[in-house]
């Protein structure tokens, strides 16, 4: 009888339905008999993969002793990764499990660590593409250091994109160099423009980079003018000229806008120009139907501001606004004297808002009038002005019937040479209420607007 059980077992096994994702591991199961058990409980145990996990991480290593992968993976946490590090990193790719230790892994660890990589930023960056452990690091590293970059510099590209250590540097990089110099950049902008938008390269030089730059010539007139439009857009360098700009340009014209303002535009604010064109469209239509005039550089300011946001996020920042008790009708007005107002964030808004109308005492009608208030930096210069203003006023330095606008709209050197350094002796405290040290608690009184 027992005999009889045990045959029937197994069909009835077979017939049994499974969930899915069981069936789905029983079937792996049952196609790594191949699998040595012992990798596969290497990598469960001292790295902390799933079953499923070092089943297909099994398919590509074979540990035949642990020597190595425990040296490894103690190396990975002396130099501050978690375990959570480690799981990813042996699943993403197996075989750091059997790299060399002396020669690759601890040079180049102890190497970004020398760029300034915390244990949490190295992990961060490793996870993005763990290949980078076992690249030539140093000779990548040493390349952008003969080039100019700071070891910063060159910690920002590692984090942004790990897998330029796959490349070449002097075969890939290098004549990329040489054309941006041609240009007429200084190696310091190079290392600028590179570090903080590094995806350039990537790009193919001959099929990118220089065919970019050929159409943004005819386009702008000059070598001058490209390199003042790539310096206030780095990524300019990897847009496609002829099915980006060049339909927005013609789009624009079309509305009656001269090719002078297109192109003052085209070269200060670049960005605006390198939205997809069916977005770019629906936002020069939107500034058309507020009555922009299309000759005023505003109606170009007012399609950028459209243009960068979608309609729900705009919406948003309408009803931020009438949360304050401004009216649509004051919304648009506002908007139409400073388009770059609705640029800011929600939250930058909300607080600015906040403080003129609850610190200063200001209508909302009263700010509507001086939109350019909302471009101004909550906590690097309205507030530490305000403090300064505050503690002259108190000890009768200057008058409560000063201007607060007027005041906001200094240059910071102007600023500083009138209010900080004039009274610098009679009030000492003023440097440190300019550095915002000094918390501002509001005017006892109304001022001047």
């Known amino acids: 009888m027992f005999r009889l059980v045990c045959l029937n077992l197994p069909q009835q096994l077979k017939h049994r339905a499974l969930p899915h994702s069981h069936a789905h591991l029983f079937s792996k199961l049952s196609n790594s008999n191949d699998i040595p058990s012992f990798t596969l409980s290497f990598l469960q145990k001292s790295c902390g993969l799933s079953l499923e996990s070092a089943i297909s991480a099994s398919k590509k290593l074979n540990i035949v002793n642990t020597k190595n992968p425990n040296s490894v993976v ?33 040079p180049n660890l102890e ?82 423009i590179l570090s903080t938008e590094p995806y350039i390269l990537e790009r193919s030089l001959e099929n990118q980079i220089i065919p970019c730059v050929q159409k943004l010539r005819q386009i702008l007139g000059n070598d001058e003018n490209v390199l003042k439009a790539i ?38 604010q670049p960005k605006s120009m390198l939205m997809r064109t069916y977005r770019f469209s629906e936002a020069v239509d939107e500034v058309m139907k507020l009555g922009f005039n299309p000759n005023n550089l505003l109606f170009l ?67 509507s009038k001086y939109p350019n208030l909302l471009l101004l930096s909550l906590e690097k210069r309205i507030i530490p002005r305000c403090s300064v203003l505050h503690l002259l006023i108190s000890k009768g330095l200057v008058k409560e019937e000063t201007n607060i606008v007027n005041v906001f709209r200094m240059t910071e050197k102007r600023f500083v040479d009138k209010l900080v350094s004039k009274y610098q002796n009679e009030a000492p405290d003023v440097v440190s209420a300019h550095q915002g040290k000094i918390e501002f608690q509001g005017f006892p009184f109304d001022l001047k607007i």
């Not at 300034?116 to 390349?143: H, N, Q, W």
């Not at 040489?178 to 240009?183: A, G, I, N, P, Q």
């Not at 060049?246 to 003052?264: A, D, Y």
């Open 74 to 106: 103690e190396l990975l946490t002396t130099h501050g990764l978690t375990q959570t590090h480690v799981k990813s990193l042996i699943t993403s790719r197996p075989v750091l499990l059997l790299a060399d230790l002396d020669n690759t892994l601890k």
């Open 231 to 268: 310096k206030a857009c780095y990524c300019i360098l990897e847009c496609n000229v002829e099915k980006v700009i060049q339909p927005n340009i013609l789009l624009l014209v079309s509305r009656g806008v001269p090719m002078s303002l297109i192109l003052k535009m085209f070269v200060h």
């Open 111 to 192: 190497l970004f660590e020398s760029l300034g990589f915390s244990s949490t930023s190295l992990g961060k960056m490793l996870t993005k593409d763990p290949r980078v452990l076992e690249s030539d690091a140093y000779t990548v590293v040493e390349f952008f250091r003969a080039h100019g970059f700071s070891d910063q510099q060159i910690s920002y590209l590692t984090m942004k994109l790990p897998r330029l250590y796959m490349f070449n540097a002097h075969k890939i990089f290098k004549p990329k160099f040489e054309f941006f110099r041609s240009l007429g950049l200084s190696e310091l902008e190079i290392a600028m």
């Open 301 to 367: 300011l007012a399609v950028r501001s459209m243009a960068v946001m979608s309609k729900s996020l705009w919406e948003q920042k309408v009803e931020a606004f009438k949360s304050f008790g401004l009216s649509k009708d004051e919304i648009y007005a506002t908007f139409k004297k400073q388009p770059m107002c609705m640029v800011a964030s929600e939250n930058k808004l909300r607080k600015l808002m906040s403080f003129f109308v609850n610190k200063l005492n200001m209508t909302p009608s009263m700010i």
